[in-house]
């Protein structure tokens, strides 16, 4: 859902240090259901503005959480299903929603941060790559 008068879509900030860049890999376009974060990244910029009860539940016992993943540039909203991979690494499935429509290569760098008036994660294309 988009933002309303009263509580517009957080808008990117280059100058926020809590910008989380990611480099797209040929295993997170095309057909892949999933982008990878690492668990630096994610406790950082992200963990914080989440129920303690749900992180301590996703980093310890594997238990997913949902959370909201909104594209700023169409204005549409997917839920994502977070899981641990490994011991640094977090799997957002439901990234194949993000893909449709969407024509990113590998290399595209996109970027996310966190809305807290509608508690979610935002994100946009942040640089093409010409590979």
Do not use: C
Not at 41 to 69: H, M, S
Request: zero cysteines; glycine letters at 6%.
């Amino acid at each position: 859902m988009a933002g309303t008068d009263l509580y517009p879509d957080a808008p990117f900030d280059p100058k926020s240090e809590r910008n989380i860049f990611i480099t797209l890999t040929e295993s997170e376009i095309g057909l892949s259901n999933t982008i990878t974060m690492s668990k630096e990244l994610l406790e950082a910029n992200v963990f914080i503005y989440l129920p303690r009860k749900d992180v301590t539940g996703l980093i310890q016992k594997n238990e997913p959480i949902l959370l909201d993943v909104f594209d700023y540039d169409t204005k549409i909203t997917t839920t994502h299903i977070i899981r641990k991979d490994g011991d640094n690494d977090f799997k957002f499935h439901g990234w194949n929603m993000v893909l449709q429509g969407k024509h990113f290569r590998t290399g595209d760098t996109i970027v996310f941060w966190w809305d807290i008036f509608h508690i979610r994660l935002n994100f946009k294309q942040f640089m093409f790559s010409f590979v």
